[in-house]
């Protein structure tokens, strides 16, 4: 069974940095292209960023690009997601979800985890 | 970067009865639209692909048609375990982008 895993979601003051996990299991997860995706309360799913398989190629939402970083450790079969210069519209539930594309990123999520949140506030 | 509305906000339905939703794009993305599931406090469920093809164990009561910018998601009778709000989104043009959602609630 494929599981993903969120962690990392904190209270952190406008400015301020986070680093998100998501553990992967129950696939082989150098095979997958990995994406995050972001909720904001009461709003509907945007996303946030992509990786490829081996972690080459990565690619950025205009809002987050140049404050986020996107990271993959195949020894821990673990995606990251490295938030600096926090601002107030990036709080969210964050998720991570697997591309469903087989080997290639069709940019369409087959798998997600529960998510972990993320609050901006002084 | 391709706009996803969907209507209504809000579709109030009767158990057994038909749920039918809508998404729009605001331009062509052929066939390359997903519905998601999300329950309260859950992660999103991938529901349809290619716009018409369910995903593995979604039950044969829900349905989705449509190709270019219009496109339709049918629960044929509503359950229990279906109210939920359920997201479209486009694979077509990069990036990937979502609509706003449908919350399906029990009239």
């Known amino acids: 069974e494929v599981q993903l895993v969120e962690s990392g979601g904190d209270l952190v003051q406008p400015g301020g940095s986070l680093r998100l996990s998501c553990a992967a299991s129950?696939?082989?997860?150098?095979?997958?292209?990995m994406h995050w995706v972001r909720q904001a309360p009461g709003k509907g799913l945007v996303w946030v960023s992509r990786?490829?398989?081996?972690?080459?190629?990565?690619s950025y939402a205009d809002s987050v690009k140049g404050r986020f970083t996107i990271s993959r450790d195949h020894a821990k079969n673990t995606l990251y997601l490295q938030m600096n210069s926090l601002r107030g519209e990036d709080a969210a539930i964050y998720y991570c979800?697997?591309?469903?594309?087989?080997?290639?990123?069709?940019?369409?999520?087959?798998?997600w985890g529960q998510g972990t949140l993320v609050t901006v506030s002084s | 970067e391709i706009l996803m509305t969907q209507s209504p906000a809000t579709l109030s339905v009767s158990p057994g009865e038909r749920a039918t939703l809508s998404c729009r794009a605001s331009?062509?993305?052929?066939?390359?639209l997903a519905w998601y599931q999300q329950k309260p406090g859950q992660a999103p469920r991938l529901l349809i692909y290619?716009?018409?093809t369910r995903a593995s164990g979604v039950p044969a009561r829900f349905s989705g048609s449509g190709s270019g910018t219009e496109f339709t998601l049918t629960i044929s009778s509503v359950q229990s375990e279906d109210f939920a709000v359920y997201h479209c989104q486009q694979n077509n043009n990069w990036p990937p982008t979502f609509g706003p959602g449908t919350k399906v609630e029990i009239k």
């Open positions: 979800a697997r591309d469903a594309g087989d080997l290639i990123s069709i940019n369409r999520f087959d798998s």
């Open positions: 129950g696939f082989t997860f150098s095979s997958y292209w």
């Open positions: 331009q062509s993305v052929s066939s390359n």
């Open positions: 290619g716009a018409s």
């Open positions: 990786i490829d398989r081996d972690g080459t190629s990565t």
